[in-house]
C-alpha cells in the first residue's frame, strides 16, 4: 500500500486563521520549523482526544513526514518510520495490547461542517471509513473533494506556519507538543534529522 490518503483533484486558494488562545493547540516542531495548530474538540472531540493522547506519550516524536505531495499534502504519524521501526511504511498504526490496530470511527458529515481549506488538519486512513489511527496529514490547498471522507480536526494558526508546511520534505522528522488553553508552547528545539526512512512497497 503506497498510502493510505487517496488522492483526488485540487483546488487552490490562499488561508489563514485567526488563533483562538483558549483553545488547546499543538506545535509540530519539524527539521523545517514550527507549525501551531488549532484543534477542533467540539466538531471532532474522539479524533482530537486520540491526537492529544499520542501526542502527550510521545508516540509522534521521531516519526517522519514519509508523504509529501506538492500542491495537496504533506502526510505523517506512522511509527513505521521510525529509526529500527517495522512494517511497510504509510501502513502503520497504533495499537492495543494484544498488537491489534487501534482505529477511531470518523467524524464527519453534519456534527463536523469543517472544510479542507488550505492548511487543514485531518486524518489519513485506508478505504473504509473508519479505518483512522494516528497518521494525519495537512492540506497544502484547498481539496474540497475531501470533505465529508475525512475526519478534520485542527487548522494550521497562521500565513507564518503555513509557511512551514511549504517547506517540510519528505522524511523530514517530528515531534508533537500538546499546548493547553492559556499556555505557551516551549521553544523546543527542531526535530533532528535522523536516517532515511524506507519506501513504502508499491502496490
Do not use: W
Amino acid at each position: 500500500m503506497r498510502s493510505m490518503l487517496l488522492i483526488l483533484s485540487l483546488i487552490c486558494s490562499s488561508t489563514a486563521f485567526a488563533a483562538d488562545e483558549s483553545a488547546t493547540q499543538a506545535v509540530i516542531h519539524t527539521t523545517a520549523g514550527d507549525i501551531h495548530l488549532v484543534l477542533f474538540p467540539k466538531t471532532a472531540p474522539a479524533t482530537v482526544a486520540n491526537f492529544v493522547k499520542l501526542a502527550k506519550t510521545k508516540f509522534f516524536d521521531g516519526t517522519s513526514f514519509h508523504r509529501v505531495v506538492p500542491g495537496f499534502v504533506i502526510q505523517g504519524g506512522d511509527p513505521n518510520t521510525k529509526v529500527g521501526g517495522n512494517g511497510p511504511v504509510g501502513a502503520g498504526t497504533q495499537v492495543d495490547a494484544a498488537g491489534k490496530p487501534l482505529l477511531i470511527k470518523a467524524e464527519v458529515g453534519a456534527s463536523n461542517p469543517e472544510k479542507h481549506t488550505p492548511g487543514t488538519l485531518a486524518m489519513a486512513r485506508g478505504p473504509d471509513l473508519d479505518s483512522a489511527s494516528c497518521q494525519f496529514y495537512i492540506t497544502l490547498a484547498a481539496t474540497p473533494n475531501l470533505d465529508g471522507q475525512y475526519t478534520v480536526f485542527g487548522r494550521v494558526v497562521g500565513d507564518a506556519d503555513m509557511a512551514v508546511v511549504t517547506k517540510v520534505k519528505a522524511d523530514d522528522r517530528m515531534t508533537v507538543e500538546i499546548v493547553e488553553a492559556g499556555k505557551k508552547a516551549d521553544a523546543g528545539a527542531p526535530a533532528k534529522p535522523d536516517a532515511p526512512v524506507k519506501e513504502a512497497p508499491a502496490k
